[in-house]
């Protein structure tokens, strides 16, 4: 009797006696020749055949759990890049409105002008200013008019707010974040 070789490199089992049993009267009558014999012995055909395809059903269940991983790491890098864009531009500003302060009419709106061509990837209508000068609080883009209390030789506090939406297959986890950034600069 001749071995025969899947291709998988093992040996398969010898179908002869299979053959025979299914041909054989006690088969027929446990299971009959009508439809349910034939559903058994599609059965036995299944069971009997390689698995040459289950790699491919293992990397279509696995790959939409690793692709959603894959978007959310790069949503929560975006996020991430964003909230350091911030932060940086805060600084940027705050330390130009330490210099400007007592030469410009709107030290608020030249503020923010900075912040926004400090951080050009965020969107400009977007990020929200509160300025804090010698302990009075300016929650507004601008803050022309009286400016007396712009003192010279006194700290700045200017601080921004930045929605953070991740959205990943379009739906949004965050429900209303907000990146921020508070920046205090001293004169001396």
Known sequence: MKVQIDSHGQAKAPRRSLRRASKSKDFRTAFGSGPLGSLVRAGRALLRSNDEGSALVEIGLVMPMLLALITAICAFAVAFNNQLTLTTAVGSGAQYLQLIRTTTTNPCADTLTAIENAAPSLTPASIALTFNFNGLKVVSNSC??????????QSVTV??????????????????????????????
């Open 144 to 153: 022309a008019g009286d400016q007396s209390y712009l003192v010279q030789g």
């Open 159 to 188: 601080s921004a707010t930045y929605p953070c939406d991740l959205p990943i297959y379009g739906a949004a986890f965050t429900g209303g974040c907000q990146l921020s950034a508070k920046v205090t600069e001293y004169e001396y």
